[in-house]
């Protein structure tokens, strides 16, 4: 703390003393035509990534300033930080017999629904990066700092910031956010595993995570990840058809391991967002000079939007193949998300336009379950064939016998798509959607996408 404060009292003296341009020599100081948000992200990726860091390896006192940094800023913005000041330390048994002390950083928004507040949506963050090195130049040993600025100061700054705008907006969350940032993730991710396995003690109440690693590169892509996992797939696909500035293109092929690895070890729905890999990645060539801080922000206001319906919607089951875990496996039927040619229905490979178009055209909300009040969300899966039918169509979960009834009556009478392809070759591919049935007033029903 001691250091921070020094650098913060050392930014005030050369402020109010230099005619030069600031930002040559210290990094994360904004421009003047930058938004709020724009320099608080340099601010925080300037100051993780700073010489002063080190490269933040896993145990070192850089890392352990990182999360000092964590900590005050948590607290500006207003969330209760429940790890201690200096984090939740852990530690970690070396080949050498010496023990790694690291840290974990955790703060809490509560959550307003007392149906869902006990409930959580954790949003994690790397703080360690590869520390130092030493290099030969021209036959002599040169020190190296690995700065991590956009692996993973990044990510960091992108936590602060969203936690800065879900405090701001926690009147409309129904469930509550823990913000971890975590220790010694280049360490086999020991920060995340030891959040999951000995510090908190409510993990079978957390709903899903998302992972911020490695976000400063959004000009050349921004990715999701979720293991295709379904619900969280057709969450991505809904908030990207909301007005944004930017968008994620959904992968199947995991970009790099990161902490979100854990978190499906305990069965947790997660989402990786990222753009992806580069090539000053673990180099010394890992500045703020790299950061494309725009796209950062318009990278945040989707992010920000994904994090409120996920802390507000359904919550989302967990399976690690698509549906298949859930069917046992149809019958070789390579999951959507994994096509290279995603099959598609009247020429769009976008699955809301089945559902416009065709579920939602023609569903009969059953007699019954409107007289009986019955709504709700029916997951179905199917399989489209080679030759573009469909089969194997069946409820992975329910909601009532009468919907769920019609759901996979609509499902199965659907009109013939265009088959997947992967490596050019058709293949029979599996899909799985929600049809959610709506009641308004007495004696109406709706249907469709809005509330996905």
Known sequence: MKRISALISLIAIVLAFSTTSFAQYMPGYADLGDSETVAALKRHVGTVSSTMMEGRKAGSEGEKMTAEYVTEVLKEYGLDVISPDRGDLFGIVQDNGDTLTSRNVCAFIQGGDKALRDNYIVIGARMDNLGTGVMTVDGEKVDKIYYGANGNASGIGMMLELARLLKTNQIILRRSVLMVAFGASKESFAGSWYFLNRSFSDVSNVDAMINLDILGKGSEGFFAYTSSNADMNALIESVSGELQPIRPSITAHEPFPSDHIAFYDKEIPSVLFTTGRYPEQDTERDTQSIVDFDTMEKELEYIYAFTVALANGPKPIFNPSDVAKLTGGLSGAVPYYDCDVKPSFLGSDDPKVFLQKWVYSYLRYPEEAIKNGIQGRVLVGF?????????????????DPLLDEEAVRII?????????????????????????????KKGTRSFGLKKH
């Open 383 to 399: 399989v489209i064939g080679v030759d573009g039918k469909l089969r194997d169509v069946r409820v992975l979960k329910g909601a």
């Open 412 to 440: 199965s009478a659907s009109p013939a798509w265009k088959a997947g392809k992967v490596r050019g070759k058709k293949v029979p591919s599996e899909m799985s959607l929600y049809i959610e049935f709506r009641l308004e």
